[in-house]
């Protein structure tokens, strides 16, 4: 665990989200179960097995003294313990604010620490989030350019599949999207997507079904076609998506639902399963998409086995 405490010990706190200390990436042996999280005012501590009260009271101590050298305010942490199928979560100092909310790249997004393993916002996805605003925004400008000299350009639309909270969402019409299709089965999720569309004033134009993407077809067609197409399923989750069995089966429905030349940005968090799954998968059920890009995971999320870390690609229709 002395990687961990070192970590900690260099630490500096900002304004923005992000990861502290990233042992699941297997560059710091001994320390594969852990990951410390800045949602400030409040730090996180994921172990993904049992602690001893030992090892939790270094870590309490750790950042105690750290934050004292700072002078940084309260100390605020909540350690969260995965093993065996359980989680349990603990407030461990200071507080969590009632109504919690983190800033990325200039965004508010609000959070529940303290409410099951998903906190509202996947902190590794950040480098999606950032190419999603970069393209976005490079379509508007196109868009507006051609409305400009008086031709024509159609509504620049986005379809944000396995929508959880809606982050692609906020970040595609800060970006100039004119249509966002938010789709998820969780209408507790998308609940919270409503409220990060609030915070940031971004309402106009977006949409949230709470619907089985499987049993939707039509009415996302309907809707459709759509200049940007986000796939971010999670790996496996009875009765709603199993990668290596649903992502065949949703690929299959991609080239009809894009604009020509639009874009997919794929999505897959499975250790088991390599970019070179999900490749295959897309030549298979959808030849005519063309690859593009896989996007380089956030430095503060590097890993020894990139093939095993989180996979986001980019397609584009013919």
């Known amino acids: 665990m002395r990687a961990l405490l070192d970590a900690i010990a260099r630490t500096n706190p900002t304004a923005e989200v ?116 970069a393209e976005v925004a490079r379509r508007a400008t196109a868009h507006a350019a051609a409305r400009a000299e008086g031709g024509w350009a159609p509504r620049l639309k986005v379809l944000n599949l396995f929508a959880y909270t809606c982050a692609f969402s906020v970040v595609a019409m800060q970006a100039g999207a004119e249509q966002v299709v938010n789709m998820d089965m969780s209408s507790g999720a998308l609940a ?24 939707s077809w039509g009415r996302i067609g309907r809707g459709g076609p759509y200049d940007l ?10 009765g709603s998506f199993i990668a290596t069995k649903d992502y065949a089966r949703l690929l299959r429905r991609l080239p009809d639902l894009m604009a ?36 380089a995971n956030p430095p503060a999320f590097a890993d020894v086995a990139p093939e095993r870390a989180l996979k986001v690609l980019v397609y584009r229709a013919r």
């Not at 410390?36 to 270094?58: K, Y």
């Not at 101590?61 to 942490?77: F, H, I, S, V």
């Not at 949230?208 to 049993?215: M, R, T, V």
């Not at 390599?274 to 690859?291: E, H, I, K, M, T």
């Open 192 to 215: 919270l997507g409503q409220q990060n569309h609030r915070l940031n004033g971004v309402t106009s134009g977006v949409s949230f079904l709470a619907h089985d993407i499987f049993k």
């Open 18 to 133: 992000g990861r502290i200390f990233h042992g699941r990436g297997g560059l710091h042996p001994g320390c594969e179960h852990l990951a410390l999280d800045a949602f400030q005012p409040v730090l996180l501590l994921t172990s993904f097995r049992a602690m001893s009260d030992e090892e939790i009271g270094a870590v309490g101590n750790a950042l105690e003294t750290r934050w004292n050298e700072l002078g940084a305010g309260p100390l605020n942490w909540v350690l969260q313990l995965r093993d065996g199928g359980r989680t349990e979560t603990r407030l461990m100092a200071g507080a969590v604010p009632e109504s919690h909310e983190v800033i990325e790249d200039g965004t508010r997004y609000r959070v529940h620490l303290l409410q099951g393993q998903n906190h509202g916002l996947f902190l590794d996805m950040k480098a999606g989030r950032q190419w999603v605003r």
């Open 229 to 238: 197409v986000i796939v971010d399923p999670p790996s496996y989750q009875k």
């Open 260 to 295: 020509p030349g639009g874009h997919a940005l794929l999505c897959l968090n499975a250790p088991e399963l390599g970019p070179d799954f999900l490749q295959q998968q897309v030549q298979d059920a959808a030849p005519s998409l063309l690859f593009m890009e896989r996007l």
